[in-house]
């Protein structure tokens, strides 16, 4: 939160001020702190005073990570699961293997997984910094996770819980279209629950949809969606009936 405020003041005080990042959550390490978003909100949604302020340095300290309270780590994993299923399949694995030591905030797999995950996120947006296609990859399980934080008040959910939830809604929609295995939902799912995070909410369908159409990635009456191929891969696909959406939800027993 202090670095999207900080952020968006340094880009916007005397028309640009040099900034620095020095992130002290997972969340922030692994995935906030990289790529010049920043941002404020506004009651009518999240996000939507924002600019692209690159940071002239990011400095994460893992040792900052030992005072972060137990929900706030497993939140800032999600996005760290959220690297591994849009490009990584080799950093799923090493969560499955390596989640407990990871809750125990030891030092190795923590710096491991900080590591790659700003080696991804950096990646993808040198390729496309201002969201013109590709970096939206990184909305994967963003677009209902944003969604669930509004119709929550952003008060229940931390991001990386929606987060997470929005990853499986996702996953179930990829594997509906036949893009992915029940198997690849079966695993995120799985780790998901084992970090200690929420995989789904039983928040009502139709403020859900209501509430996406406010979100910035509507576009046309259609919402864009970064949906999985299987751990490792992503896709971004257009969803012009909301009745695809409501047909999973229901399915997963989302109260309509
Ligand atoms: N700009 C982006 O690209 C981007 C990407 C993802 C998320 N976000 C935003 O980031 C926000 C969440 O940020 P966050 O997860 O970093 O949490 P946060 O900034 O809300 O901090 C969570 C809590 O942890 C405390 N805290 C921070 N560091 C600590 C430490 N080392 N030890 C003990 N306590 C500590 C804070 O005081 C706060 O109470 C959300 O609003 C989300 O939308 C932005």
């Keep these: 939160m202090i670095g999207d405020l900080a952020g968006y003041a340094a880009a ?7 900034l620095i990042q020095v992130p002290t959550t997972l969340l922030a390490q692994v995935d906030s702190s990289v790529g010049g978003k920043v941002a ?21 300290d893992i040792h900052t990570l030992k005072s972060l309270p137990p929900r706030e780590l497993r939140a800032g994993l999600a996005e760290v699961v959220k690297h591994g299923m849009i490009a990584d399949p080799e950093l799923f694995g090493y969560l499955e293997a390596h989640v407990d030591s990871i809750l125990r905030v030891e030092e190795e797999p923590l710096a491991f997984v900080v590591e790659r995950s700003c080696a991804i996120k950096a990646r993808v947006v040198e390729q496309d910094e201002r969201e013109e296609g590709l970096r939206a990859i990184l909305n994967f399980g963003h677009t209902v996770g944003h969604a669930l934080e509004a119709i929550t008040g952003y008060r229940r959910l931390l991001h990386g819980e929606a987060v997470a939830i929005g990853m499986v809604v996702a996953s179930m929609l990829s594997v509906r279209r036949g ?13 998901l629950e084992r970090i ?14 209501k509430t996406m159409n406010y979100d910035k990635k509507m ?9 999985t191929k299987g751990i490792g891969h992503v896709t971004l696909a257009a969803i012009s009936d909301p009745d695809e959406l409501k047909g999973v939800l229901a399915a997963a027993g989302w109260p309509s």
């Design 196 to 209: 200690g995070l929420p995989t789904r909410l039983s928040a009502n369908v139709k403020s859900l949809l």
């Design 219 to 227: 576009k046309n009456q259609v919402i864009y969606f970064a949906l």
């Design 179 to 191: 893009l992915c295995e029940q198997d690849d939902l079966l695993r995120l799912r799985s780790l």
């Design 40 to 60: 404020v909100n506004l009651s009518e949604g999240k996000n939507l005073v924002g600019v692209f302020h690159q940071p002239s340095l990011v400095v994460a």
């Design 12 to 18: 916007t005080y005397l028309r640009g001020l040099p």
